[in-house]
């Protein structure tokens, strides 16, 4: 069988303009380190500039062969051939591409136009035996997928597949909506049909042409596995499942057959029905052609085998699809995932964002709230406009549902975005089940418990969360915590101004100032709970316990409802070893809705207090990894992360 066997070669071509010579150099170093992808959008992105420059063109054809991304080849050689319909090698490199795609017919006619056009070229002899091998079999492929003999009809079929994989929905439509004049029952034909009205975002019209794809060959795979990822997008997942329980009872012993079931159950997120169907599909004699090999088979069954908890064998998987097409990127960006630490990883995705966001869906998304970001109100503007996307389009509740339980990283933070403006008790209780789980980052599912917090639906308590690629059991509050300006007290100017100069002066750990700066302003205003409060800290700070302890149960005499009051006498509580009194204080603090991060600190060191003097360090631990998520950069995380690495003084003494 003919192959293109060009490679990339140099493109410093005379007449280039500098900057274009220097794209096309980037990418060939892009290329030359198998950054295939890279490679590639930089390209495109030039190509979209320059849509008929031949020197771009010949690098993406160039750089799709060596990335083994056929479907890119095809489409760019296309392109190529009719900028340079004199080259017999890139004649002969299209209609093996079409061959490469499963496009027999196509293949058939441009080995011919070859041969008629070059019939004493070097490879001539083997084009010719290609070609006859290949007429000898036209017929039992035709008839492998359903396609009359009529070879015209055939090509037709072809051209509406090619339209369709190149984004020309209303072509493909056209090309089909023509072969079904002239064969009303025709499978193929309303198939592609009903993909290219899915593409666009026509749920209606999408699963009406692949029922009457069914109502004619009841057994048909592609309508089968068609109507599952309809009904999917259209958020009829028990209609999806009831498909994809008809597609698994189907028995076609075909590559195609097994890569349709295996989408199927993969766009299910059904892990165990994904695993059977590639050990099946590996015994069948189906799938001992390398040559038939698609990496999404591969990818499938890697990603499936990784949400099972099998790393190991699931980056096999993944390289053997990257061996397949270098520049796969589904593939590539997993195994890129499995490489970051473990609080940082996601975990295994089958699709990415794009494949579950119609056009349709993408071009309202973007007409109906981007205007709404650019308003005064922009908060409330943009709820009201996604409630109305909502009402537009229903099936979004359950595709946010899918993206949070096994959608890629871009999916779930597109996901988490839109749940925080929608707070509908079924987005809720897929927020709750995505914070308990496994997936997403553990930034993400912090995100979430924020959200779930701000719509009183955070458990509240002890729970068992996944932390940093453990289960761990984490204390949990119902409670908001804002970095926005903390509470203050009014003060007059004068006053004011000493406040924030002895604030200054204790972080710049200028103590004696500090002191006497709160001293002459306690002078002016000695009701002040907060400057007590700064005072008796600094008496803390310089060893003076005693003075400290006298302040602020003063202070909490006087002022019993001041946040700082409460919880630093509760730390001295604590320590004096009257851990139940403490805790009796702080009680009532955890009723509160929404705290600022300083009285979040506050709060935590309180309870880490009480807890160390209970002798239970491992709820210290809790109430310090909250503290960590709220605010990592406190001065106060790494000394108690230090206290809790030692046995404390309660643990010596009772031995627990």
């Known amino acids: 069988m003919p192959k293109n066997k060009s490679r990339f070669r140099s493109l410093s071509t005379p007449g280039l303009s500098r900057q274009l010579s220097e794209h096309l150099d980037q990418a060939r170093d892009l290329a030359s380190r198998k950054r295939y992808a890279e490679a590639l959008d930089l390209l495109e992105s030039l190509l979209q500039r320059s849509p008929n420059r031949d020197e771009i063109l010949t690098a993406l054809v160039n750089v799709s062969l060596d990335a083994g991304d056929q479907a890119r080849y095809l489409q760019y050689i296309d392109r190529l051939s009719k900028l340079r319909p004199d080259d017999p090698d890139i004649a002969l490199g299209l209609a093996g591409s079409y061959l490469q795609n499963a496009y027999p017919v196509m293949a058939a006619r441009a080995f011919r136009r070859f041969l008629s056009r070059w019939p004493d070229h070097p490879r001539a002899a083997e084009v010719r035996s290609t070609l006859t091998d290949l007429q000898q079999h036209l017929a039992g492929l035709l008839a492998e997928v359903g396609l009359p003999a009529n070879e015209d009809t055939a090509a037709l079929h072809e051209e509406m597949q090619i339209r369709l994989n190149r984004g020309d929905y209303a072509g493909a439509r056209r090309i089909g909506e023509d072969l079904l004049r002239a064969y009303p029952n025709f499978p193929p034909a309303l198939n592609n049909i009903s993909l290219a009205y899915m593409a666009e975002g026509d749920h209606a019209r999408a699963i009406s042409a692949a029922q009457r794809a069914l109502a004619i060959a009841p057994d048909n795979f592609h309508a089968l596995g068609n109507l599952v990822q309809f009904m999917c997008l259209a958020g009829r997942l028990d209609e999806a499942k009831h498909y994809a329980d008809r597609l698994r009872a189907t028995s076609q012993d075909t590559y195609d057959a097994w890569l349709k079931k295996l989408e199927a159950f993969s766009l299910l997120g059904d892990d165990d029905a994904v695993l059977e169907t590639f050990a099946a599909a590996s015994r069948s004699d189906s799938f001992q052609e390398p040559v038939r090999h698609n990496p999404m088979v591969f990818h499938l069954a890697a990603a499936a085998t990784c949400r099972k908890g099998d790393e190991k064998a699931a980056r096999s998987l993944w390289n053997k699809a990257l061996q397949i097409s270098p520049a796969f990127t589904l593939a590539r960006d997993n195994l890129d995932d499995l490489r970051n630490p473990p609080g940082k990883r996601h975990g295994a995705w089958a699709f990415d964002m794009?494949?579950?966001?119609?056009?349709?869906?993408?071009?309202?998304?973007?007409?109906?709230?981007?205007?709404?970001?650019?308003?005064?109100?922009?908060?409330?503007?943009?709820?009201?406009?996604?409630?109305?996307?909502?009402?537009?389009?229903?099936?979004?509740?359950?595709?946010?549902?899918?993206?949070?339980?096994?959608?890629?990283?871009?999916?779930?933070?597109?996901?988490?975005?839109?749940?925080?403006?929608?707070?509908?008790?079924?987005?809720?209780?897929?927020?709750?089940?995505?914070?308990?789980?496994?997936?997403?980052?553990?930034?993400?599912?912090?995100?979430?418990?924020?959200?779930?917090?701000?719509?009183?639906?955070?458990?509240?308590?002890?729970?068992?969360?996944?932390?940093?690629?453990?289960?761990?059991?984490?204390?949990?509050?119902?409670?908001?915590?804002?970095?926005?300006?903390?509470?203050?007290?009014?003060?007059?100017?004068?006053?004011?101004?000493?406040?924030?100069?002895?604030?200054?002066?204790?972080?710049?750990?200028?103590?004696?100032?500090?002191?006497?700066?709160?001293?002459?302003?306690?002078?002016?205003?000695?009701?002040?709970?907060?400057?007590?409060?700064?005072?008796?800290?600094?008496?803390?700070?310089?060893?003076?316990?005693?003075?400290?302890?006298?302040?602020?149960?003063?202070?909490?005499?006087?002022?019993?409802?001041?946040?700082?009051?409460?919880?630093?006498?509760?730390?001295?509580?604590?320590?004096?070893?009257?851990?139940?009194?403490?805790?009796?204080?702080?009680?009532?603090?955890?009723?509160?809705?929404?705290?600022?991060?300083?009285?979040?600190?506050?709060?935590?060191?309180?309870?880490?207090?009480?807890?160390?003097?209970?002798?239970?360090?491992?709820?210290?631990?809790?109430?310090?990894?909250m503290w960590e998520q709220a605010n990592p950069e406190h001065p106060a995380i790494e000394f108690n992360r230090q206290r809790l690495r030692k046995p404390n003084i309660w643990q010596k003494i009772t031995g627990r």
């Open 354 to 625: 794009r494949h579950w966001i119609s056009a349709r869906l993408a071009n309202d998304m973007n007409a109906i709230l981007s205007p709404a970001t650019n308003r005064k109100d922009s908060e409330k503007a943009l709820s009201q406009a996604v409630q109305k996307l909502v009402q537009k389009h229903p099936e979004l509740t359950a595709i946010l549902h899918i993206l949070l339980e096994r959608g890629d990283p871009a999916g779930c933070k597109f996901a988490l975005m839109l749940a925080s403006l929608i707070k509908t008790p079924e987005i809720l209780a897929a927020l709750q089940a995505f914070m308990l789980g496994q997936r997403g980052s553990d930034e993400m599912r912090v995100e979430a418990s924020r959200i779930l917090t701000e719509a009183d639906a955070a458990p509240v308590g002890p729970v068992r969360l996944w932390v940093k690629g453990a289960w761990q059991e984490v204390l949990t509050m119902g409670f908001q915590i804002s970095g926005d300006a903390p509470p203050s007290i009014a003060h007059s100017d004068k006053v004011r101004q000493l406040g924030d100069e002895a604030i200054l002066a204790i972080q710049n750990e200028q103590l004696d100032r500090a002191e006497e700066l709160l001293e002459q302003a306690l002078q002016i205003e000695p009701d002040s709970p907060d400057l007590l409060n700064n005072l008796a800290s600094v008496y803390n700070t310089t060893d003076r316990y005693e003075e400290a302890r006298k302040v602020m149960f003063d202070l909490h005499q006087r002022f019993p409802d001041y946040f700082f009051g409460i919880t630093n006498v509760a730390q001295i509580l604590a320590r004096e070893g009257k851990p139940e009194e403490a805790e009796k204080m702080i009680q009532p603090l955890l009723a509160r809705k929404r705290l600022h991060t300083s009285e979040f600190a506050s709060l935590c060191q309180a309870q880490i207090e009480v807890w160390l003097a209970k002798g239970k360090p491992d709820a210290a631990r809790s109430w310090l990894q």
